[in-house]
């Protein structure tokens, strides 16, 4: 039978639009760094789907090996993340971002 | 020819006599010292005589007519390799020669006889007068060391030999002046003679100097032959200053105005130091350098003037001041200056045989006064003032005789020897150049007449009138011993016949004798004849009027030796007038008559009080203090307030600098320099600042803003 909604690329972007802006929104209102980490995934993840969408449109596979790099990335950066977390944790015994403002004037 | 060729030994003589005394003079006995002392110098006596003696044989022989003897003993200042030439006035060169050299003529031989004579006479005395002083060898000693110089000055043969003399004789009478040193007056006044004597050296250098550099030699006979050679003219300007400057040593070593001030005050020496030094030798050796200089004087009109105006002034004013004086030994000093410019207005005048005839007198004569004075003294035991005498003729016979044959012959009574002195001076000056020399023959007839004054009034005051002296001095009068009373009467004897030497012409005309019966002129006529030509040359109105050496007998000559002796009798009369009888408390015509004449007089003129004022600067004039203590006064201002002040100031100037340069660099360098960047940093990065919240999801949020309006402006653009 035929669907009454075609999936074109635009939903795919949509749905790509709506878990950055989310992802935003937690990168900047989160107050436990390891939410903010996850955040930041979330970002990177909906930039990745971005991507994949975009390659099964043109028909290429850039948009696809691009996105396995973005995902390596990631990773390495949550790495990173979690070894400062840790590091500020040892400092300061919370873990809340609001509390990293040694640097105020 | 032993005593010419040996005429070294006179001055050597007395020179090894104060050796003696320096050397062993301490040890010695009394007996030894006067043997010793006395003896060199009866010695030098005999050996002048016998040096005149021959010396009239030599020169009477036709290759040495009329030359002066001269003996070289060796070269002192010279060189025969040119080492010491100095240019001349002309551009020549000359050599500066100046030898221990003695010269002999007329004119030296007869001051070497009075002074030797009266030298020798003054020494045996002194064995009596000292001997109760202390420092008996030392006394002995300079007054060996005094004859020593003063035959080096006369019987040198250059001026800087006679220089050496003068000095000499300059150092002795400081040294005897200030004999007794324990007394400040006596060092005050040996100081006051060598000083002023000083300045008149200063003079005679400058006069040397002069001659050396415009004739080109200094000795005698060199000078006076250039001068004889008509080279040059009359009233050349540098003989002129020559002779001025040469005069100015004579005024200070014979104590004209105005350096005659030390004479009174040489008073504090013993009296035979004022008799010899003070009356017949040392003062007389201005006269015989300016008659030794009679070439030069001659061509230079303009000095003669001065040596005559300036010695018939000195004659009145010291003539003036000794009416007055209470000292016994100050009258006789005033005395001497005097008489003293008698002998320059003679010389003065042209004059010059009759000014030495006056030296010759006048040292027998005075110096029998002064030792007579001494006499007197002794007998007063100290007593020195002629208020406090009185009386003594008969107590101290020979003493008084002796005296009052020289004071008839210092005031020119006839037949003594001052008569015939004085008189040819006065008729000297009579018929000089031109009548205006009649004015000096007028102060010299004052001064006459005042002499006699004066003269007399001693004799009364301290021979005749009531006496006036305390009894314990009055018990210890006594006459003076042998040593002592020969001398006078030996000198009272020359003072007697001396004055026949130069028998004026015009007087033995008068009992018939004719021909030349002035012996001393015709003596002296080597010496001073030239010069007589050469001043009849310059003023032609005198051949007409009556030459010197022609006795042409003229009227006036007898009026004016009358009228001489006429001032003389006066004098005599006037004192014995107002002294004959002098009682304790006599008051002197002069004060009762006039009071501040009086004043004036007793204070001399009030002249030492001047020289204090302006040349040493011993009082101030006010607040300034002016003469050589004043010149010290103010290089002293000089030095603190200038020099000190300079040197003060740059020190001022230094540490303001530092203070400008301490602020400058910490305001303007540190204050704008350093610290101003700083401030502005931190002023400008203040506003900077604030946007360091630390809140790491604000930086967040600020990216994500920058971000999106990125994108916005992507988009719609």
Request: charged share 10%; hydrophobic share 50%; proline share 3%.
């Amino acid at each position: 039978m035929e669907s009454m909604l075609h999936i074109t690329t635009l939903h795919y972007l949509v749905l790509g639009a709506a878990l950055f802006l989310l992802g935003v929104i937690g990168v900047l209102t989160r107050r436990n760094v390891v939410i903010v980490l996850m955040s930041i995934e979330l970002i990177l993840n909906a930039v990745n789907l971005n991507l994949v969408a975009f390659s099964r449109m043109s028909g290429g596979l850039h948009g696809q090996v691009f996105a396995i790099f973005v995902i390596t990335d990631a990773a390495a950066e949550a790495a990173v993340g979690l070894g400062i977390l840790i590091a500020f944790f040892r400092n300061k015994e919370t873990v809340n971002i609001d509390e990293v403002n040694l640097l105020k004037w | 020819m032993f005593f010419l060729s040996h005429i070294w030994l006179i001055p050597l003589l007395p020179a090894f006599g104060a050796a003696i005394m320096f050397f062993f003079g301490r040890k010695l006995q009394k007996a030894s010292v006067s043997a010793l002392c006395v003896g060199t110098i009866v010695l030098a006596f005999l050996m002048s005589c016998g040096a005149a003696w021959q010396y009239s044989a030599w020169s009477s022989t036709p290759e040495n007519f009329h030359k002066p003897y001269q003996t070289i003993l060796y070269t002192w200042l010279g060189t025969d390799t040119g080492q010491m030439n100095y240019p001349m006035q002309d551009g020549k060169s000359a050599a500066f020669q100046a030898d221990a050299g003695f010269l002999l003529d007329p004119l030296s031989s007869i001051w070497l006889l009075f002074v030797t004579g009266v030298g020798m006479l003054i020494h045996i005395y002194s064995t009596g007068y000292m001997a109760h002083e202390g420092g008996y060898y030392r006394f002995f000693g300079y007054l060996n060391l005094f004859m020593f110089s003063m035959l080096t000055l006369i019987l040198a043969n250059n001026y800087v030999l006679m220089f050496v003399g003068w000095e000499g004789v300059g150092l002795c009478s400081y040294l005897l002046i200030g004999f007794y040193f324990h007394r400040k007056s006596a060092t005050d006044a040996g100081n006051k003679a060598f000083i002023v004597n000083r300045i008149g050296d200063a003079g005679f250098l400058l006069g040397m100097f002069f001659i050396a550099w415009y004739f080109g030699s200094l000795r005698f006979t060199d000078v006076n032959h250039l001068a004889h050679s008509g080279r040059f003219a009359i009233g050349d300007p540098i003989i002129t200053a020559a002779t001025l400057l040469l005069f100015v040593g004579a005024c200070g070593k014979s104590a004209q105005i105005p350096l005659y001030v030390w004479l009174p005050d040489a008073m504090e020496g013993p009296t035979p130091v004022s008799a010899l030094i003070h009356a017949a030798t040392m003062v007389t050796a201005g006269v015989y350098m300016v008659a030794r200089s009679n070439a030069l004087f001659v061509l230079a009109p303009t000095s003669m003037k001065t040596v005559a105006i300036v010695g018939a002034l000195t004659a009145i004013f010291a003539a003036s001041i000794g009416l007055v004086q209470n000292d016994i030994k100050r009258v006789l000093a005033y005395s001497t200056v005097s008489q003293l410019g008698y002998m320059f207005l003679a010389l003065g005048v042209g004059a010059f045989s009759a000014g030495v005839f006056h030296v010759f007198t006048h040292a027998f004569f005075k110096a029998l006064l002064f030792l007579g004075a001494g006499s007197v003294i002794h007998a007063m035991s100290g007593e020195q003032d002629m208020r406090n005498m009185g009386a003594l003729r008969d107590r101290i016979p020979i003493t008084y005789r002796t005296m009052f044959i020289a004071t008839l012959a210092i005031a020119g009574i006839p037949p003594f020897a001052g008569f015939f002195s004085k008189d040819e001076i006065l008729w000297q000056a009579w018929t000089s150049e031109s009548v205006a020399y009649h004015v000096l023959w007028f102060i010299g007839y004052a001064t006459a007449l005042m002499t006699a004054f004066y003269m007399f009034r001693l004799i009364f005051l301290t021979f005749y009138s009531k006496p006036r002296m305390s009894r314990e001095v009055e018990h210890h009068i006594h006459e003076s011993p042998a040593s002592m009373t020969m001398p006078l009467v030996v000198l009272a004897v020359m003072s007697l016949f001396a004055g026949f030497l130069g028998f004026p012409q015009s007087l033995a005309r008068l009992v018939g004798i004719h021909g030349q019966t002035n012996r001393f002129e015709a003596f002296l006529d080597p010496v001073f004849s030239k010069e007589a030509q050469v001043f009849k040359a310059e003023e032609p109105s005198q051949l007409a009027a009556g030459i010197k050496e022609e006795e042409k007998t003229s009227g006036i000559e007898y009026l004016l030796m009358l009228l001489s002796v006429a001032a003389a009798g006066l004098g005599y009369y006037m004192a014995g007038r107002a002294y004959s009888n002098a009682d304790k408390g006599y008051t002197e015509p002069i004060a009762a008559a006039a009071p501040p004449v009086y004043n004036v007089l007793l204070n001399k003129y009030y002249v030492d009080e001047g020289y204090d004022y302006v040349f040493t600067g011993r009082r101030k004039v006010g607040d300034v203090r002016l003469g050589v203590l004043g010149l010290g006064e103010a290089s002293s201002w000089f030095d603190v307030h200038i020099v000190d002040g300079a040197v003060n100031g740059a020190g001022w100037i230094t540490r303001l600098t530092a203070t400008i340069s301490s602020w400058w660099d910490k305001w303007i360098i540190d204050g704008i320099g350093v610290n101003g960047p700083a401030i502005l940093a931190r002023m400008l990065s203040y506003p900077a600042r604030l946007f360091e919240w630390g809140l790491v999801q604000w930086y967040a949020l600020v990216m994500t803003a920058g971000l999106v309006g990125f994108v916005f402006y992507y988009v719609y653009h």
